[in-house]
Nanobody, 114 residues
Framework: VQLVESGGGLVQPGGSLRLSCAVSGTTFSIYSMAWSHQAPGKQRELVAVITHSGTTNYPDSVKGRFTISRDNAKNTVYLQMNSLKPEDTGVYYC?????????WGQGTQVTVSS
């Protein structure tokens, strides 16, 4: 299984980014998927989960700002991040299976700073 995250970068507070995670080597459509965030010096935390059927879940910290979606035809999961805050800075990973225990890729760095 291979997961490749992309789309990170430097953005000003209040800005937006769209992350992508391309998955190969498995039957993507049957799995829940998740995005996690690891801030500098802190533990990794889930920020979005989407089931195989498209049901989504978010912690209160990102609810209304982040949106997870998937395209099963492209074996890709996305994370649209709006109204970004400095505390959203860190590395974002996608996880196969919808939990932190699932396989993940190399991550993509997001820096929110003016």
């Amino acid at each position: 299984v291979q997961l490749v995250e992309s789309g990170g970068g430097l953005v000003q507070p209040g800005g937006s980014l769209r992350l992508s995670c391309a998955v190969s080597g498995t039957t993507f459509s049957i799995y829940s998927m998740a995005w996690s965030h690891q801030a500098p010096g802190k533990q990794r935390e889930l920020v979005a989960v989407i089931t195989h059927s498209g049901t989504t879940n978010y912690p209160d910290s990102v609810k209304g700002r982040f949106t997870i979606s998937r395209d099963n035809a492209k074996n890709t999961v996305y994370l649209q991040m709006n109204s970004l805050k400095p505390e959203d800075t860190g590395v974002y990973y996608c996880h196969l299976g919808g939990t932190l225990a699932g396989s993940w890729g190399q991550g993509t760095q997001v820096t929110v700073s003016s």
